[in-house]
């Protein structure tokens, strides 16, 4: 069975930073896309940042320049750094990838189960 985990979540300060890690496991065969996306309260799921087998990468505006995301093959695992954090970005956060899964041998989506991350004073 595939799961991603996440780790790196928590409470951090308005210009604090945060490191949130995704590491994949359980039978597959490959990887494609990876991303981050986040939901806040009683708002939509919004994408935050993505990157592909590739290593190309893409932000959401309110990311670009503060975040980083990236990925570490052999490791299965996919990272967002998260620099200069405010109130806004609060939210759980959520790791997605584009998998094989040996039981299928389908392209799917998976997710992984949230991280919460809260920015206050």
């Known amino acids: 069975q595939v799961q991603l985990v996440e780790s790196g979540g928590g409470l951090v300060q308005p210009g604090g930073s945060l490191k949130l890690s995704c590491q994949a496991s359980?039978?597959?065969?490959?990887?494609?896309?990876m991303g981050w996306y986040r939901q806040a309260p009683g708002k939509q799921r919004e994408l935050v940042a993505g990157i592909t087998r590739t290593y190309s990468t893409n932000y959401t505006d309110s990311a670009r320049g503060r975040f980083t995301i990236s990925r570490d093959t052999a490791k299965n695992t996919v990272y967002l750094q998260m620099n200069y954090l405010q109130p806004d970005d609060t939210a759980v956060y959520y790791c997605q990838a584009h998998m094989k899964p040996c039981s299928t041998s389908l392209w799917s989506t998976y997710w992984g189960q949230g991280t919460q991350v809260t920015v206050s004073s």
């Open positions: 359980g039978s597959y065969f490959s990887i494609k896309d």
